[in-house]
């Protein structure tokens, strides 16, 4: 029933960058942290960036590390993703859902978006 609404995504070249936004209504889905999946053809949904509300803390993928950086505005309750550095092997279908943990899996996450393609060319 509650969902959260991805969007930013698009079409760029190798070493573009991207700001994804994850969107909730109202005060829904507050009292949780909120994570970044992403899902390639022919893949398994992968974990990519989690931000909790409370803590300030954040944790990423080895893969992004470094590139990705996960922020959130409690005013507009909307957590954003801003990909720098963008390579071919991020292409995939990003997702945004609320849970408590960065380490409880697909599983452990709910309201999920219906997600928002990234393609980087190379």
């Known amino acids: 029933q509650v969902q959260l609404v991805e969007s930013g995504g698009g079409l760029v070249q190798t070493g573009a960058s991207l700001r994804l936004s994850c969107a909730a209504s109202?005060?829904?889905?507050?009292?949780?942290?909120r994570g970044w999946f992403r899902q390639a053809p022919g893949k398994e949904r992968e974990f990519v960036a989690f931000?909790?509300?409370?803590?300030?803390?954040?944790v990423y993928a080895d893969s992004v590390k470094g590139r990705f950086t996960i922020s959130r505005d409690n005013a507009k309750n909307t957590v954003y993703l801003q990909m720098s550095s963008l390579k071919p092997e991020d292409t995939a279908v990003y997702y945004c859902?609320?849970?408590?943990?960065?380490?409880?899996?697909?599983?452990?996450?709910?309201?999920w978006g219906q997600g928002t393609q990234v393609t980087v060319s190379s």
């Open positions: 859902a609320a849970g408590d943990s960065a380490t409880s899996g697909v599983l452990g996450f709910y309201g």
């Open positions: 109202g005060r829904a889905f507050r009292t949780y942290g």
């Open positions: 931000i909790s509300w409370n803590g300030g803390s954040t």
